[in-house]
């Protein structure tokens, strides 16, 4: 028996020495070739994805799991900590052979995540508070090796490359999944929405968002097979997108498209766009689709029990507006008796709930300070883009923080390093310092 466990143990140590040995190569290969880390980070939400099992819960099922850090949290929050660890040493490199300092807008960025580790605190659900925030210092450390890794132009273009596959990839195998495996495609609440391979139709819907401004961006660089398949993509990703009825996602979607012409000054292009628009979405509210009904409304515009969402977080803002109720607690706040008549699974007091907007999260959870240091964080970056020349660069970035600031006042996408979309902005905003620091380089 000794034998047997002295082997299991060798085994053991075997198998977790070729596991290290096999992170370090990943590691080192990683710091210099810093894509590596942004394909992680790019990834890592699909973790979620294919953990989530799409079946019916109960709102008792909901409050059951409220307090339970899910196993695809744990990996994806070990591929952040990997990743962020790569940028900081990515960082550290760049301080030892470059002069070049963390610029405002990061030092602003990073006071925010402090503030919000220190509301641990006092947080009406600590670990969630600590987990998230510890996630978020890691993807932190990530931006930052981006941001020193992305020295010219060249290595930004290739990071925007990378957002192409991952969109491409995330389009084949949405379809397949819809395809081959109908059952899982399909969302169990709602039937006739689709969710694709993700674990709710919002979520797709959000990906196709996000998908659409990568799109346009590649298209002004190939030639007439690559536009032509570009175009195939983009069929595909609106074509499910329509069926997911993610109504919020679709139409800030369609206004990117106008908004890319705009930047680009082609008029004739943005009329044709909002001509088509406004056709599009006269035929969406008159055809009544299945996919964007709803059991409250039959009206497209209705807004699924937001306002009852936005009426209680300002209630319960206003008696801690100051300090707010710790980073990321999210729907906890609905364990106050006052809100418990409703018995819908998202008022059932679990961190995992979303209030469907952004700025109130931040609020309820940092309170005014936060806020401000949040809004302090967003605000430069965003609006420096505004003054440079108008090409694809600006176009790419405008539209993308358009759509989701936008998409931000109704569902909350952006407060956190956790989403397809919050990456997706922290990332495009470290790409927007990092372009105003070469424009500024450049005119000198």
């Known amino acids: 028996m000794q034998i047997v466990h002295g082997m299991d143990s060798l085994t053991l140590v075997l198998i977790v020495s070729i596991g290290l040995l096999c992170l370090a190569a990943i590691f080192f290969w990683a710091r210099r070739r810093f894509e590596l880390a942004l394909v992680m980070i790019l990834l890592s939400p ?42 900081v040493s990515r960082l550290f490199q760049s301080f030892s052979s470059s002069d070049e300092k963390i610029p405002p807008a990061f030092l602003v960025l990073g006071v925010f995540i402090l503030y919000a580790l220190l509301s641990t ?55 397949c999944t819809l395809l081959f495996f109908p059952a899982h495609a ?24 996000i998908s659409y401004p990568v799109l346009l961006w590649e298209y002004t660089r190939r030639g007439i097979a690559g536009k032509s398949f570009i175009v195939t993509i983009a069929i595909i990703l609106l074509t499910m ?9 679709l139409a800030v979607s369609l206004m990117g498209f106008a908004i890319w ?22 035929f969406l509210m008159q055809s009544k689709l299945p996919s964007f009904e709803r059991y409250e409304s039959s009206r497209i515009t209705h807004l699924t029990g937001r306002t009852q969402f936005w009426a209680g977080s300002v209630v319960l803002a206003l008696e801690r507006p100051i300090l707010g ?18 018995k819908s699974s998202l008022w059932m007091g679990s961190a995992k709930s979303s209030l469907h907007n952004g700025y109130l999260s931040v609020l309820i959870g940092l309170g005014i300070v936060g806020l401000v240091l949040w809004l302090a964080t967003i605000v430069p970056p965003v609006w420096g883009v505004f003054f440079v020349p108008g090409n694809y660069y600006k176009a790419v970035f405008l539209v993308i923080f358009m759509q989701l600031l936008l998409a931000n006042l109704f569902e909350t996408v952006i407060t956190t390093s956790r989403s397809m979309e919050s990456i997706t902005f922290w990332v495009f905003w470290t790409f927007a310092i990092r372009y105003q620091y070469l424009m500024a380089k450049e005119a000198q």
């Not at 997108?241 to 996602?249: P, Y």
């Not at 930047?263 to 056709?279: D, E, G, P």
């Open 186 to 209: 399909w969302w169990w609440a709602a039937p006739d929405r689709l969710q694709g391979f993700m674990s709710h139709p919002n979520t797709l819907g959000g990906f196709c968002m």
């Open 261 to 282: 012409q705009v930047v680009l000054n082609k008029k004739a292009l943005f009329i044709l766009f909002a001509a088509l628009i406004l056709f599009g979405g006269y």
């Open 46 to 87: 699909w973790i979620h994805f294919l953990f989530d099992a799409n079946i019916p819960q109960t709102p008792e099922d909901v409050l059951s799991s409220a307090g339970s850090i899910e196993p695809s949290t744990h990996i994806r929050l070990g591929i952040v900590l990997f990743a962020g660890s790569i940028g």
């Open 325 to 342: 109720y710790g980073y990321g607690v999210e729907g906890k706040i609905w364990e106050d008796p006052r809100f418990q008549t409703n």
């Open 121 to 175: 605190g006092y947080s009406i659900d600590q670990s969630f508070t600590f987990i998230r925030t510890a996630e978020f210092i890691a993807f932190f450390g990530f931006l930052l090796g981006l941001f020193f890794w992305m020295s010219d132009p060249v290595r930004m273009d290739r990071a925007i490359d990378i957002f192409f596959i991952i969109v491409v990839a995330g389009a084949i195998v949405n379809l």
């Open 241 to 249: 997108h329509i069926l997911s009825g993610s109504r919020t996602t």
